[in-house]
């Protein structure tokens, strides 16, 4: 099998070298993300492996089909960047359900520390020889409760690891996880709820029409003053405008930010020797109580191995049987693991 991989990052390639020696396959390293205009460097593979800022929409889609791509290599979990319906019938998309929740919950945490302790001020003080502690009060994650928004693989670990830190946990979900709620530290709640009562919100669901923008000037304003939002999900989920408006305006105390909106033309590449067009990016990461990381919650070696593994699994068992288990299907307006030999007639 033939597959075109996009966006390689040296990071990437060290892995999926690794892994892949063991599997019937050449595989052809692309630095350029996947868009209209780098398609048909795919004519004449059989896959192409893309990941979360590479572009999968109708254009796109037909572009692979017509230079013979058929399978569409997820090398992440999310899917919100691709044009599923678009795809149905044409490309068999597949993803990587689950790597390592740890990587990303371990991650959110670390940022929330790193915001409230003020580790990231303190670091670059003490770089200097200044050792005042003027400025640099935290606050204690002992007793505080902790909205978390999306209790799948990723918002456990992260509901387990607060539950270690003695915090308490309101939970939203749109289909709550059977046996997570104890009635007492960890409740379901709904979101008015959830936004009335936590002191910090940490945002663990998928971007999907429902949960765009879910944190927009209306969640804000019903939030606690003060309240500390984590966002290593999707950057969407955020109404970016209305965060930086809610730290101008004091109501928010701090954002700690792996992911952003607009993020896919910055995150992954080194733009430091560049003008930032983006002005609401700019300021925020300008304010002394916002934390941005490039999208790196992901990852760990043990995240990237994972994906590595996955990702050729997946390819190898749809080549064996025409189907993966990890495949993504557009069927009767939903999308659901495929499992149907069918689904291309
Ligand atoms: P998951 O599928 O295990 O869990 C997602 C949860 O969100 C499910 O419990 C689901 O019921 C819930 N959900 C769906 N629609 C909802 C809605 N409208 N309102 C509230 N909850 C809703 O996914 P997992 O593995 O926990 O990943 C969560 C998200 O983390 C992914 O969708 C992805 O966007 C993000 N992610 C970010 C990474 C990073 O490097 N920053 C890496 C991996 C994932």
Request: proline share 2%.
């Amino acid at each position: 099998m033939k597959i075109a991989f996009y966006d390689a990052k040296p990071y990437d390639m060290d892995s999926f070298r690794r892994v892949s020696d063991a599997y019937p396959v050449t595989i052809k390293y692309y630095d350029t993300k996947l868009n209209e205009d780098t398609a048909e460097l795919a004519r004449g593979f059989d896959a192409v492996c893309v990941f979360v800022n590479d572009t999968v929409n109708a254009a796109v889609i037909d572009k692979l089909y017509e230079e013979g791509v058929r399978v569409l290599a997820l090398r992440c979990a999310g899917f919100n960047h691709v044009d599923m319906k678009h795809a149905y019938g044409k490309l068999h998309v597949m993803h990587v359900p689950a790597y390592s929740p740890y990587a990303v919950a371990e991650h959110a945490m670390a940022l929330l520390l790193t915001s409230v302790r003020r580790i990231h001020k303190a670091y670059i003080r003490s770089r200097d020889f200044n050792f005042s502690l003027q400025n640099l009060t935290g606050f204690d994650l002992h007793g505080k409760t902790v909205g978390v928004i999306g209790t799948g693989r990723i918002g456990r670990v992260f509901i387990e690891i607060c539950r270690g830190f003695g915090m308490k946990v309101l939970a939203y979900d749109k289909f709550p996880a059977e046996g997570l709620a104890d009635g007492e530290n960890i409740r379901y709640v709904e979101l008015d709820e959830l936004f009335a009562k936590s002191d910090i919100i940490s945002l663990h669901c998928p971007l999907t029409d429902e949960t765009y923008h879910i944190i927009d000037e209306d969640a804000l304003n019903r939030c606690k003053t003060g309240v500390v939002l984590l966002n290593t999900s999707r950057g969407a989920l955020v109404d970016a405008e209305a965060l930086l408006a809610g730290i101008k305006s004091r109501k928010v105390g701090a954002a700690c930010l792996d992911v952003y909106e607009e993020e896919s033309d910055l995150f992954f590449e080194d733009n430091s020797g560049h003008i930032l067009e983006d002005d609401t990016l700019a300021r925020l990461i300008s304010m002394p109580n916002v934390i941005v990381t490039s999208h790196q919650a992901f990852l760990t070696q043990e995240a990237l191995d994972s994906i590595a593994e996955t990702t050729m699994e997946n390819l190898r068992e749809w080549e064996a049987r025409g189907v993966s288990k990890n495949e993504l299907c557009y069927r009767n307006g939903n999308i659901e693991p495929a499992g149907c030999e069918s689904c291309f007639g």
